[in-house]
């Protein structure tokens, strides 16, 4: 049961324009989410998280949309550059302790931005 | 700011051996998790370790197990390999349960 599900494997766009990347749970336990790029051979690198109580967090050229209604979750990359080409992966947690601690990783969209 | 740093950054096992990889998460964080990624599956959560105590453990066999140290370094041990545990394992650290997991690069896992 995937319970972090990012629909769209990969995603092309041109220099300038806005990279949107999608990501939808299923779990209604989940209240933060979190943004991370990977390049290869490298770890994950963290981007930028939201909490449930909010539905907007802005981080320079990156912004996270998240809508609880329809447990979905957006990222904003405006202008792309080359540079953002990455694979980017979304993930959620929950509170209250034990397992909901963890990390559920989406599978992941690779985003080309070609010059 | 030395960032989480795991050793080896790869390995080569075959059948049957078992493994052990290390993990020294940023200083001052005191939970340490571990991931599988595969091509098929994705980033699967191993298990995570606050304050030398496991936490919280995924979906993997008992041959999969770790422990964390007083310093908050950890390791994870694998036994009895298979072919199917060829994989890059990454280990990530957090100063608090909300607060975002920073990743290291991984140790690259293949087994003959």
């Known amino acids: 049961d995937q319970q972090v599900k990012q629909n769209s494997p990969s995603l092309s766009v041109q220099e300038g324009r806005i990279s949107i990347l999608n990501c939808d749970y299923t779990n209604s336990m989940f209240d933060y989410f979190l943004w991370y790029k990977k390049y290869p051979a490298e770890g994950p690198t963290f981007l930028i998280s939201?909490?449930?109580?909010?539905d907007k967090n802005e981080d320079g050229r990156f912004t996270v949309f998240l809508n609880k209604s329809a447990k979905h979750l957006s990222l904003h990359i405006v202008p792309s550059q080359p540079g953002d080409s990455a694979v980017y992966f979304c993930a959620a947690s929950g509170a209250g302790g034990g397992s909901n601690y963890k990390l559920t990783f989406g599978k992941g969209t690779l985003l080309t931005v070609n010059p | 700011k030395a960032g989480v740093t795991q050793t080896p950054r790869y390995l080569i096992k075959t059948r049957g051996q078992q493994v052990t990889l290390s993990c020294s998460p940023i200083?001052?964080?005191?939970?340490v998790s571990w991931y599988q990624q595969t091509p098929g599956q994705g980033l699967q959560f191993l298990f995570e370790y606050f304050s030398e105590t496991q936490r919280n453990k995924g979906n993997f066999p008992g041959r999969f197990s770790g422990r964390q140290f007083s310093n908050s370094r950890s390791e994870m041990n694998v036994s009895t390999l298979e072919l199917g545990d060829s994989a890059l394992y990454l280990c990530?650290?957090?100063?608090?349960?909300?607060?975002?997991?920073?990743f290291g690069d991984g140790t690259r896992l293949s087994i003959l």
């Open positions: 939201i909490s449930s109580i909010k």
């Open positions: 200083s001052g964080h005191r939970s």
């Open positions: 990530a650290s957090r100063a608090s349960s909300n607060q975002p997991q920073h």
